[in-house]
């Protein structure tokens, strides 16, 4: 593997580890173990895939996982009341909704339905609220990976110029705000962006979250720019056989390495960090929930 090609799979394994450690300290000290409940509506094969993975994780670390596999037809009031439910169970600390749910399901109701200290992925405005003024809270887990990755990377942040591609509430906006507060001039570019190659050819560091395949190009880099490529993208790949796909990230890699200090791959980059800080933020929900200081290393 290339010096500059960020390894996210192995920051991943490291997260896993100390987060291990942990939940072993939570049992020991305070006998609790953490929990985290996961419900998928529906059966597409990405998101059952990606579903088992968490629970097998989530187990590995030494944490209870619930998994609630709902049927494509559940009812909005069905999974109102499993998340009501799960609300208020003790033994749960995390819950998280794969999304997106099915047309019938107003995804806005399950968002605010959910009890805002279980809240892992920070779905709801008031954790989203609490990243916006500074306090301690649940943190997106993807921009929260990121921000491992920039802070392992580069150390301190502050001064840095930074463009986040993309404004969705899940990546772009916290991603902005955990950059905001690292002490980062940033910039947040989207859709109606006027000449996108001209802003990011500012940027000492470029997050890309859009879903476009090889959307930011190697011309578009400064030389030496850290580049982290959240963009998963499903692409054909005759290369490998007749109707084989592969998967890219929305930076045009073979481009960008070349003239990025430091990037990360697509699969193998944000991906892992993504899952590893889902269980992270349920050890520190765990603890806010009983009280406890969540450990330093785990939170944003
Ligand atoms: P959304 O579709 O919610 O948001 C995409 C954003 O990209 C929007 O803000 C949109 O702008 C912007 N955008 C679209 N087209 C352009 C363009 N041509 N130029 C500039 N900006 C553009 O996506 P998500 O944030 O949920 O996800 C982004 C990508 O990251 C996806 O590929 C997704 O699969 C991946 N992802 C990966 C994760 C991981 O763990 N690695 C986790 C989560 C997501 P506007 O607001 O103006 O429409």
Redesign the pocket.
Known sequence: MSTNIIDGKAYAANLRERISEHVKNLKNQHNITPGLAVIIVGHDPASQVYVRNKAKQTLEVGMNSFKYDLPENVSETELLTLINKLNTRPDVHGILVQMPVPDHINATNIINALNPNKDVDMFHPINAGKLMVGQVGPVS??PL?CLMMLRDVHGSLEGKEAVV????????KPMAQLLLRENCTVTM?????ID?PAVVRRADIVIA????AK?VKGDWIKKGATVID????RIDAPEKGEGKTRLVG?VDFEEAVKIAGAITP?PG???P??IACLLANTVTTACLINGISPPKDLVA
């Open positions: 887990c993807t990976g591609i993309g404004r969705s509430n899940l990546v772009g570019a989207h859709s109606r962006t996108l979250a859009v879903g476009r959307m959240v963009g998963i993208n929305d697509v980059g944000v991906g960090m993504t």
